[in-house]
């Protein structure tokens, strides 16, 4: 007799809350349980990173040390107030030394090494590194400062209509601001519709209320970007590439990764006997 799948499923139900260290329940909703996320998040973020790292033990220490820091963190944000008096300092309970050594190792990384666009202005940034402006695409506080495309946090998604509409929008502006105008327009973005080439032939598009696919969606992508493109020399080299790419059934785009070259690395260090290829010969290196 077939022995049943089991079925996985809350055995009390769901009332949209969720536990929290040493007792109580809040909703899963809570802005509480959503900065836990981000801490997660945070910590897997360092993780990669020091996987990143590992020729650098230096650096990947102080990520572990920070990874450690955000446990306390997400133990401390966990914690029923009623039940703080049962919490470890430094181990589930974040104390003023612990704020201190990350402020030192801020100043002391700041003086090392650059830091990202938003960073380097003083910016507030998200974690996808894009800045807050105002509806006009101006920073808060600096209306003659323009962020566009996909640097701007406004609401809008990262794409290259984005950065061509916000382009000439920010640049609508500056030149009023120039000629002695006080224009305050407001940004607004203009979905004109989406398309992706799937295959050598073959496209999908989106356009409005239409959708549509196969070789016509295909001439149609390639006639909207040879439109946006500037300038009539770029357009005949881009069609000439795409002539050579399409008829070759060749790229000029290569894209390696690190794990090919110590994969690479370790191929050449196999005998013919290690690899399962007797015939095989080791070519010279370039």
Same mark, same amino acid.
């Given at each position: 007799?077939?022995?049943?799948?089991?079925?996985?499923?809350?055995?009390?139900?769901?009332?949209?809350?969720?536990?929290?260290? &040493? +007792?109580?329940?809040?909703?899963?909703?809570?802005?509480?349980?959503?900065?836990?996320?981000?801490?997660?998040?945070?910590?897997?973020?360092?993780?990669?990173?020091?996987?990143?790292?590992?020729?650098?033990?230096?650096?990947?220490?102080?990520?572990?040390?920070?990874?450690?820091?955000? &446990?306390?963190?997400?133990?401390?944000?966990?914690?029923?107030?009623?039940?703080?008096?049962?919490?470890?300092?430094?181990?589930?309970?974040? !104390?003023?030394?612990?704020?201190?050594?990350?402020?030192?190792?801020?100043?002391?990384? @700041?003086?090392?090494?650059?830091?990202?666009?938003?960073?380097?202005?003083?910016?507030?940034?998200?974690?996808?590194?894009?800045?807050?402006?105002?509806?006009?695409?101006?920073?808060?506080?600096?209306?003659? !400062? &323009?962020? @566009?495309?996909?640097?701007?946090? /406004?609401?809008?998604?990262?794409?290259?209509?984005? /950065?061509?509409?916000?382009?000439?929008?920010?640049?609508?502006?500056?030149?009023?601001?120039?000629?002695?105008?006080?224009?305050?327009?407001?940004?607004?973005?203009?979905?004109?519709?989406?398309?992706?080439? @799937?295959?050598?032939?073959?496209?999908?598009?989106?356009?409005?209320?239409?959708?549509?696919?196969?070789?016509?969606?295909?001439?149609?992508?390639?006639?909207?970007?040879?439109?946006?493109?500037?300038?009539?020399?770029?357009?005949?080299?881009?069609?000439?590439?795409?002539? @050579?790419?399409?008829?070759?059934? +060749?790229?000029?785009?290569? /894209?390696?990764?690190?794990?090919?070259?110590?994969?690479?690395? /370790?191929?050449?260090?196999?005998?013919?006997?290690?690899? +399962?290829?007797?015939?095989?010969?080791?070519?010279?290196?370039?």
């Amino acid at each position: 007799m077939t022995e049943p799948a089991s079925t996985i499923y809350t055995k009390t139900g769901d009332d949209g809350t969720t536990g929290r260290l &040493f +007792g109580g329940r809040v909703a899963k909703d809570d802005l509480l349980i959503e900065v836990c996320g981000d801490v997660d998040e945070t910590v897997a973020a360092l993780g990669v990173a020091r996987e990143a790292l590992q020729d650098n033990p230096g650096l990947s220490d102080l990520v572990l040390d920070l990874q450690r820091h955000l &446990f306390v963190v997400a133990a401390d944000l966990s914690a029923n107030p009623s039940a703080r008096h049962r919490l470890t300092p430094e181990v589930s309970l974040v !104390v003023a030394t612990m704020t201190d050594d990350l402020e030192r190792t801020i100043d002391r990384m @700041i003086g090392r090494m650059p830091l990202r666009p938003g960073f380097a202005a003083g910016l507030h940034v998200d974690r996808a590194g894009r800045v807050p402006v105002e509806d006009d695409c101006s920073l808060p506080g600096f209306p003659e !400062v &323009f962020v @566009i495309g996909d640097m701007m946090d /406004a609401g809008v998604p990262g794409v290259a209509q984005v /950065a061509m509409q916000s382009g000439k929008h920010a640049a609508k502006v500056i030149a009023a601001l120039a000629a002695g105008r006080d224009l305050h327009e407001p940004f607004k973005y203009v979905d004109k519709g989406s398309m992706a080439t @799937i295959s050598r032939f073959a496209a999908v598009a989106s356009v409005g209320r239409f959708r549509f696919s196969g070789f016509i969606a295909w001439l149609f992508w390639l006639v909207i970007h040879l439109l946006y493109l500037i300038g009539f020399k770029q357009r005949v080299t881009t069609l000439l590439h795409w002539t @050579i790419s399409f008829i070759g059934r +060749g790229r000029a785009e290569r /894209a390696i990764t690190r794990q090919q070259v110590v994969a690479r690395r /370790a191929l050449d260090t196999l005998t013919p006997a290690q690899s +399962g290829r007797p015939d095989r010969v080791r070519l010279p290196r370039r």
